[in-house]
């Protein structure tokens, strides 16, 4: 465990190295000229010069990654050329938002899922499958910016519901109830996409397993499908699970950031997609650098859980 662990940790550190050469020359690849951002288009070469040296810009690229990348380690992930503010601040502030509706997505789909799958797996192509069946198919046919419009229409315009219109978002600290109103839609339209994918892989690894032999042998010994399905089971099929559920984590990071947007939430998501509008260059590099680790980390993390479930992956 401890030999896989380091490996897993080595990898870890390499792919976060190529993230992070990636996202430094995003500033390079993306349209326009930083001090066009800053001075306008009207200013001189001088002031052009002056600028570039300031930021550092006119030094080779390898030397302005490394003084970069020590900001970074020493938590500074530069000033934004628009609001003049402290990129790493501007982040702090919107992670929590988007934290919150991953947690509050996930709660709703595994809360569902899990006890659907079970419910299928019991007896597959039963009346009750086949409707899960197909509801999941229609489900996963929708686009989640398709599914936040036709819940705003009908809940926020139609029944007037407070908090869950566009530019509604409560903050925590101020109201936790209004907090949890603003963010119901965009929770429940995230758990929609991800209770369909657990659904349907749970459902498929629980069949296969309740047709194993340790399986018959609970049953001969008299324990109830209830026990059997929670104490047998259950365990056994969630591996696939958890690896979906680490995937399908960093998928929801693309979905909530154009819910988000739509809703006008103040996300990452929100932050992002305003800041390429306005050529904030640093703002777009430090969110994309956070959300690329945080989803490598978040897979790691799902990656140790599962070797817990089941240690034998990390002997293989």
């Avoid at 990348?69 to 938002?97: C, D, K, W, Y």
């Avoid at 039963?126 to 198919?137: E, K, N, Q, W, Y």
């Avoid at 009908?154 to 101020?174: C, E």
Wanted: aromatic share 10%; charged share 15%.
């Amino acid at each position: 465990m401890a030999r896989y662990l380091i490996r897993r940790v080595v990898m870890l550190v390499g792919i976060v190295f190529v993230i992070s050469v990636g996202a430094f020359y995003l500033i390079h690849l993306l349209p326009g000229d930083p001090a066009v951002v800053i001075l306008g288009t009207g200013d001189s070469p001088q002031n052009r010069a002056i600028l570039f040296k300031e930021l550092g810009l006119n030094k080779p690229i390898w030397d302005q990654y490394f003084i970069w990348m020590r900001n970074i380690l020493h938590g500074n992930l530069g000033t934004s050329f628009i609001s003049q503010t402290s990129v790493a601040g501007t982040i702090r502030a919107a992670l929590p938002i988007d934290l919150e509706l991953i947690v509050l997505s996930q709660i709703l789909a595994f809360a569902t899922a899990i006890p659907a799958a079970m419910r299928s797996a019991r007896k597959p192509d039963g009346p009750l499958d086949r409707v899960l069946g197909a509801t999941s198919f229609t489900l996963l046919s929708i686009p989640p910016f398709i599914i936040i419009v036709l819940l705003v229409l009908f809940i926020a315009i139609k029944l007037q519901i407070p908090h869950t219109g566009p530019s509604s978002y409560v903050s925590f600290s101020s109201d936790w109830i209004g907090n949890l109103e603003s963010l119901a839609l965009p929770a429940f339209t995230l758990a929609i996409a991800s209770f369909v994918v657990y659904y349907r892989v749970l459902r498929s690894d629980l069949i296969a397993t309740l047709q194993e032999e340790f399986i018959t042998l609970a049953r001969s010994k008299g324990l109830s499908s209830r026990r059997i399905m929670w104490r047998h089971a259950f365990r056994p099929s969630s591996v696939a699970l958890l690896g979906t559920a680490g995937v399908n984590i960093g998928g929801l990071l693309a979905s909530g950031f154009v819910v988000q947007y739509l809703l006008a939430i103040p996300g990452l998501g929100y932050t992002l997609i305003s800041a390429i509008a306005q050529s904030d260059y640093l703002l777009v590099q430090g969110i994309v650098l956070v959300v690329s680790v945080g989803v490598i980390v978040i897979n790691f993390l799902f990656d140790f859980i599962i070797n817990l479930v089941d240690p034998r992956i990390s002997r293989e």
